[in-house]
């Protein structure tokens, strides 16, 4: 039955791919490798190539970096830098363009683009790693130390192979939204793959040229999953037990306490204060009258849309990400990778190949809601992905094996040992779907309902035209919107050890 769910999600998620497929080779295998073959596809893949490598290298650098000052030192307020490097989840990448276009005249390019995604996207890698840092066992690095290792060598032996598995799903995921980002670049003025798809696709009207560079995206993303799926190995990271019931010990910073407060309180000023100053400003000026501007309408469409595709999404994640988990056999692998791949093509590209089938096959179904959540379903399943993923492999499978042999059923073993210990993750997972939902752009203006408009749309809406003043209540309420589940996503992965 898991294999039967997990492959028909999958089929799902290759629809999109199926079309854009068909209609890039529909003139011929040559024309396509023409348009290809042009100096600006070259522009394009150096563009978003340096992107994905600046922004994940920055990315690991302050994820990991803060997550071990924060768990694994003494640095004051521990609680509060674990609040505030979480939190930047709660401001879009767009909304942070914004913040930065509007304070720093002439913000734009690579240097720019670098700095917006990494402030959005570490928290990815912040999380994850933090988490596993707190929890772990410290006895496996004082067994190290006893066998002679030093601080060094135990931390790139032991402490890197124990937060490996988190930092490498954390920067697959900052790949692939890099992959499909499109609101951020497009205010920075920095073409990529992604960018230059939706101007074939609304200034040209060349859907098949736009099609032709989703394939090259792919490939990329293709590239991506593979070297992950090769960091990460066939290691088993699950095990009996909880270990050493003890907090893992706190390094004395020392002299080196200003400089950690300094560079803590220096990413959270850039991270949460830029994008904080420049919408408080926008919102406070007194020339500016908001009494037109009705929020109702466009939260409750993205609540109701953010809720819905966050559980369709969780549902769809559990088969494969359960089979990926305990199997390891190639077709889970193959399953997994297929809803990635999918989810790296951009929303516009997503909408399009939908809006086709919907009008070729099921008409009626055509700018209706379920199409709508089909397609953040498909763009977002990562997100839930590897978080499920992460939550199923940390559960023991011998503790399900001992409450079979007890004479519990399948059922009441799942809702009895395996749901509570896999809970926290799956909610996070939830959690990240809805954040994404929230904030995407593309696909919810091609394919949303007629009237219907959520929060990132009206945002697009008053600030592609500049008028920062009326783009700030919406970026406001986004902010607002986002802030509890990035609490929960810091509830779900903060687990303290039992005493």
């Given at each position: 039955?898991l294999r039967g769910?997990?492959v ?9 791919l199926?079309v ?7 003139s011929?295998?040559a024309e396509?490798a023409?348009?290809?073959w ?6 394009l ?6 992107l994905?490598?600046l922004?994940g290298t ?7 970096g803060?997550?071990w ?5 003494a640095l004051?307020g521990?609680?509060?830098w674990r609040v505030a490097?979480?939190a930047?989840?709660?401001v879009?990448a767009?909304?942070n363009s914004?913040a930065w276009s509007?304070l ?5 390019g ?9 402030l959005?996207?570490?928290p990815?890698?912040?999380l994850p790693?933090?988490?596993l ?5 410290p006895g496996?690095e004082?067994?190290?130390?006893s066998?002679g ?6 931390a ?6 124990q937060?490996?598995p988190a930092?490498?799903?954390g920067?697959l995921?900052?790949a692939l ?11 920075l003025?920095?073409?990529t793959?992604?960018?230059a798809?939706?101007?074939?696709y609304e200034?040209a ?14 490939v990329?993303a293709?590239?991506?999953?593979t070297?992950e799926?090769?960091a990460?190995g ?5 095990r009996v ?6 907090r ?17 309180t220096a990413?959270a000023?850039?991270a949460l ?5 420049s919408?408080g400003?926008?919102?406070t000026r007194?020339?500016?009258a908001?009494e ?8 409750g469409?993205t ?6 595709a966050?559980?369709?999404?969780t549902l769809?994640t559990?088969?494969a990400?359960?089979?990926?988990a305990?199997?390891?056999?190639r077709l889970?692998v193959?399953l997994?990778?297929?809803?990635y ?5 951009p929303?516009v590209v997503?909408a399009l190949?939908?809006?086709a ?5 099921v008409?009626?179904?055509y700018q209706?809601a379920p199409v709508?959540v089909l397609a953040?379903?498909?763009l ?9 993923r992460?939550?199923i ?8 094996d001992?409450?079979?042999a007890l004479g ?6 799942f809702?009895r ?5 896999m ?7 939830a959690?990240?779907?809805f954040?994404?939902v929230?904030?995407e752009?593309t ?10 408009e ?5 945002f697009?809406?008053?600030s592609?035209s500049?008028d920062?003043?009326a783009a700030a209540?919406?970026a406001?309420?986004?902010?607002v919107l986002s802030?509890p589940l ?5 509830r779900?992965s903060?687990?303290?050890?039992s005493?």
């Amino acid at each position: 039955m898991l294999r039967g769910a997990a492959v028909l999600v999958a089929a799902l998620c290759l629809l999109p791919l199926v079309v854009v497929a068909a209609k890039a080779l529909e003139s011929g295998p040559a024309e396509a490798a023409e348009l290809l073959w042009r100096p600006r596809v070259g522009e394009l893949l150096r563009n978003t190539v340096a992107l994905v490598v600046l922004t994940g290298t920055l990315s690991a650098v302050l994820g990991v970096g803060a997550a071990w000052l924060v768990e694994r030192t003494a640095l004051p307020g521990a609680g509060f830098w674990r609040v505030a490097f979480v939190a930047p989840l709660a401001v879009p990448a767009f909304v942070n363009s914004f913040a930065w276009s509007a304070l720093v005249p002439g913000f734009e390019g690579l240097g720019g683009a670098v700095i917006v995604t990494t402030l959005s996207y570490f928290p990815f890698v912040f999380l994850p790693v933090a988490a596993l840092l707190r929890s772990t066992d410290p006895g496996l690095e004082e067994a190290a130390r006893s066998l002679g290792l030093g601080p060094w060598r135990t931390a790139a032996r032991v402490g890197t192979a124990q937060v490996r598995p988190a930092l490498l799903g954390g920067l697959l995921l900052v790949a692939l939204h890099l992959l499909a980002e499109f609101g951020a670049l497009e205010m920075l003025r920095f073409p990529t793959f992604t960018t230059a798809i939706l101007d074939q696709y609304e200034v040209a009207f060349d859907s098949r040229s736009g099609s032709v560079l989703a394939l090259a995206l792919m490939v990329l993303a293709v590239t991506v999953l593979t070297l992950e799926m090769l960091a990460r190995g066939r290691t088993r990271h699950a095990r009996v037990g909880g270990g050493a019931a003890r907090r893992p010990p706190r390094a004395r910073l020392g002299r080196g306490l200003p400089l950690a407060l300094a560079s803590v309180t220096a990413l959270a000023v850039l991270a949460l204060g830029v994008p904080a100053w420049s919408i408080g400003t926008w919102l406070t000026r007194t020339d500016q009258a908001y009494e037109s501007i009705d929020l109702g309408p466009a939260v409750g469409s993205t609540v109701v849309l953010g809720l819905a595709a966050a559980l369709v999404t969780t549902l769809a994640t559990f088969p494969a990400a359960w089979l990926v988990a305990r199997s390891r056999s190639r077709l889970a692998v193959v399953l997994e990778r297929v809803t990635y791949l999918a989810s790296s093509l951009p929303g516009v590209v997503v909408a399009l190949a939908l809006i086709a089938l919907a009008i070729g096959f099921v008409r009626p179904l055509y700018q209706t809601a379920p199409v709508l959540v089909l397609a953040y379903v498909i763009l977002f399943i990562p997100r839930a992905m590897v978080t499920t993923r992460a939550a199923i492999a940390a559960v023991p499978p011998e503790l399900s094996d001992a409450a079979r042999a007890l004479g519990d059923g399948p059922a009441r073993t799942f809702l009895r040992v395996q749901l509570p210990l896999m809970l926290r993750g799956t909610l996070a997972g939830a959690a990240l779907v809805f954040i994404a939902v929230s904030t995407e752009l593309t696909a919810t203006l091609l394919l949303a309902p007629t009237g219907t408009e959520t929060l990132a749309t009206a945002f697009w809406s008053a600030s592609s035209s500049l008028d920062y003043a009326a783009a700030a209540p919406y970026a406001a309420a986004l902010v607002v919107l986002s802030a509890p589940l990035t609490w929960l996503l810091l509830r779900s992965s903060h687990e303290e050890p039992s005493r």
